[in-house]
């Protein structure tokens, strides 16, 4: 579907299906009946999470196939240019309403995320240019941002130990799919940085408050992936499959070349192929390693382990 909102935001001209099917990936269907199905479908998606999908008639006299069109004025918010403690007045009110839920929290977060650093007294939200899925904890950690409290949770290594963390959380970072929300670990008297979706269980919020060094740059402490983290380097081949290559084209700026049947083969400089095998297998599929022969062999047998154990 971003392949789909992407090129109906970007076309001076509205595109018929015809255009559609033939322009986009995504859409390239065996068969005229199963991309009508997949068309549709998308189209409902489009609309019940309230993107403004137009079909207009084509040519003088209308005549022509219809076409659709997602109209930039109607799909971007204008600038609000919320002051500080309009924006703060906000979240207090929505709070009233909505709760703590995603609804509120997400608006919020979107709301604040381009004020000036030097107009707001709580520490940034950094977005990648992708967003990840929502995640029943970003809510709670962002309060915990923005009022600076300090929190205790459950949090999972990459390599297995599960351990009680004590945190104050200076701000949330997206990076490449993921959440991370980064701050001062009171145990190691450290910045760190714990990704959202390790973190088990419930937050359990610690009396205090504290301080944000000033100047302080969430982002510049998420900055690589887990498998580029470690020793030296060595080149490994990742296949992105038709449907995801966007993401890799988009996330990825390391050299790559078109594989086969559409799909777009990354090298990647891997320092752990460990978390390199975890992160392909969070594409549920879509992503398969291609080389070297060895970290192929070790992400096979950790699927078929994983199935064993499921019985399947």
């Known amino acids: 579907m971003i392949n789909l909102i992407a090129a109906l935001l970007e076309t001076a001209q509205p595109l018929t299906s015809s255009q559609i099917r033939e322009r986009i990936a995504g859409y390239d269907q065996e068969s005229q009946e199963a991309f009508r199905r997949a068309f549709e479908r998308d189209k409902e998606s489009l609309?019940?999470?309230?993107?403004?999908l137009e079909l207009r008639e084509m040519g003088p006299y209308g005549d022509e196939p219809e076409g659709y069109i997602i109209p930039k004025?109607?799909?971007y918010l204008p600038e609000l240019d919320l002051e500080p403690q309009e924006l703060a007045a906000l979240r207090i009110a929505a709070g009233a309403v909505l709760g703590a839920g995603a609804q509120a929290t997400s608006g919020l977060m979107k709301l604040s995320l381009d004020l000036p650093g030097e107009n707001w007294d709580s520490p940034r939200v950094v977005w990648g240019t992708d967003l990840a899925a929502e995640q029943p904890l970003l809510?709670?950690?962002?309060?915990?941002?923005?009022?600076r409290k300090p929190v205790k949770f459950d949090y999972s290594r990459a390599d297995g130990p599960t351990a009680m963390r004590s945190v104050e959380p200076y701000g949330l970072v997206h990076r490449r799919g993921n959440w991370y929300v980064v701050g001062r670990d009171r145990?190691?008297?450290?910045?760190?940085?714990?990704?959202?979706s390790r973190i088990g269980g419930r937050l359990e919020s610690l009396d205090g408050t504290y301080p944000v060094p000033d100047d302080f740059d969430p982002a510049s402490h998420v900055t690589l992936e887990g498998w580029e983290i470690g020793g030296e380097a060595s080149a490994a081949t990742v296949r992105f499959s038709p449907e995801l290559r966007w993401w890799a084209e988009?996330?990825?700026k390391h050299a790559s070349v078109e594989g086969p049947d559409g799909s777009l083969d990354v090298e990647l400089p891997v320092s752990n192929p460990d978390a390199l095998i975890s992160w392909v297998i969070g594409f549920s599929g879509k992503v398969e390693i291609v080389a070297p022969p060895e970290a192929r062999s070790r992400l096979r047998a950790h699927l078929e382990a994983g199935r064993e154990a499921l019985g399947v």
């Open 139 to 147: 809510g709670p950690l962002y309060a915990s941002v923005t009022e």
């Open 47 to 52: 609309r019940a999470i309230g993107i403004p």
């Open 187 to 196: 145990d190691k008297d450290a910045v760190r940085a714990f990704k959202v």
């Open 73 to 75: 004025e109607k799909y």
């Open 250 to 252: 988009q996330n990825l």
